[in-house]
């Protein structure tokens, strides 16, 4: 068979509505493969790979359907190349097309590869846009500078404005641009019964997670015969349908909220659409206004202020990590502004820790590879940062765990937000926290082996004296920094045996962490 141009679809690209299939083209063949290079990168949970490869494999069905040529490539048939521009080239030369074009990854490391490749192939190459973002690629650099702070508030106020969305003319609905002071609640025992079932899928994942066992693939997390994430665009839209009649109500309340105390802790009202979103099953426009057209037919049921809570996370905070990412790449993967250099503890990877709090997120993690921010930035993200635990690590361990992880995504959020390595390119402070904060927005602590209230002794919180560790320690770098002048303080007030105290047992701890 031959095909006079070949085009290839990433897994993490699968938007039906791309201006590539508007007509049929017999003289197109668009290849979807399968890549131990992408499912190997780093260690990923075993259902992140399952549903990529669930989700590849339903899109080049429904592209088949559509009267679209498309080649799909399992791993049985690709594992014969070295990398993807290895086969590329060989299937130039089987259908002997006279170009190859490509969608922008979105991905560094994957721009990289075919950019390099470009250049070695025989035929033509082009690459695309992703027709995805609200924001053009080639606007990035308007917004976005290396090694540069940008505030991600006045980003979002011109993200609003651009889009019109929640104004009233030039004015913000509601007069405010930002509720979120509002949005900082935590679950009281009443509120625990409210929260709703989720909606989860039922789609067959078996053979693909044969293939990865036939491949010697490692993964981590909980093997699943069974994908409960949409590996579709109908499922998306059931999700994103599903969200706005039963979470949307209370997901501004509850967005930064944590418990144990329910059956659907790991849900609660979170949208769980990351994964639709960040594979391009969903776009993030209509995402926005069917969460507004469910807000304006509320009559007032979902408030102005669970709106815009979402409205921040679509239109602000996942276009403005996106700019940060390639703005800053790839330096931004060798940022350790606090020089930390610990080894991950062992019980990242099995969930066995005596702290509830991070025992809590991790086996959720492991067992449905997915966390919701909260959990990620103030439980194992704070966890990281008070241990100094070396970036990369933890980089790895993120990207590889939560089945929305795509790097453009993972690195902003872990490295800036949750580390604090770029020293201030996102974040204007890090994001330290002692077990109050805990304590605060969650049960966590009520049936925790340590007490919450104690810094030192073998009953202490560990959290508690690894804060006031982490400030002494970074003490020069931080004494510069104003949103920082509080807890140094704090720190300079304190009695010099209580200091010391501090110090030794935090010491113990650092040394000790895997048992902790």
Known sequence: MKAKHLRLILGDQLNVMHSWFEQVDSDVVYVIAELYQEANYTKHHSQKITAFFAAMHNFAQTLESKGHQVCYLTLDETAKHQDLPALIASLVTTYASEDFSFVRPDEYRLRAQLSEMSAQLSVPVYEVDSEHFLLPFDELADHFKAATHVRMENFYRFMRKRFAILMNGAKPEGDAWNFDANNRQSFKKTDLKFIPKPLVFDNPAS?????????????????????????????????????????????????????????????????????????????????????????????????????????????????????????????????????????????????????????????????????????????????????????????????????????????????????????????????????????????????????????????ACPLNSLYWNFIDQNYDKFAGNHRMSFPIRNWDKMETAKKIEIREHATQLLNNLDNL
């Open 207 to 459: 053979d693909y997670l044969q293939r990865i066992k036939h491949h010697k693939i490692d993964t981590i997390g909980r093997e699943s015969e069974h994908v409960a994430y949409p590996i579709n665009r109908q499922q998306s839209l059931e999700l994103l349908t599903f969200f706005c009649e039963h979470q949307l109500e209370n997901f501004g309340n509850f967005q930064d909220a944590m418990t144990v105390a329910s059956p659907y802790a790991w849900s609660l009202y979170h949208s769980r659409l990351s994964f639709s979103l960040n594979c391009k099953m969903l776009n993030p426009l209509e995402v926005i206004e069917t969460a507004l057209g469910a807000y304006q037919a509320s009559a007032g049921k979902i408030t102005l202020a669970q709106i815009e809570g979402f409205v921040r996370q679509i239109l602000g905070w996942r276009e403005y990590v996106r700019g940060m990412y390639w703005a800053n790449m790839p330096n931004y993967a060798e940022q350790n502004f606090l020089e930390a250099k610990r080894d991950l503890p062992a019980f990242f990877w099995n969930a066995n820790t005596k702290m509830q709090c991070l025992r809590s997120a991790i086996s959720q993690s492991l067992k449905h590879a997915y966390a919701h921010h909260i959990q990620r930035l103030m439980i194992t993200g704070n966890f990281a940062l008070l241990a100094g635990i070396e970036p990369s690590q933890v980089d790895d361990w993120y990207l590889g765990i939560y089945i929305d992880a795509i790097e453009w995504v993972e690195l902003p959020n872990t490295r800036s937000m949750a580390l604090f390595a770029d020293g201030g390119w996102i974040a204007t402070k890090p994001y330290a926290a002692s077990g109050n904060y805990v304590n605060k927005m969650s049960d966590y602590c009520k049936g925790c082996h340590y007490n919450v209230k104690e810094k030192v002794g073998a009953n």
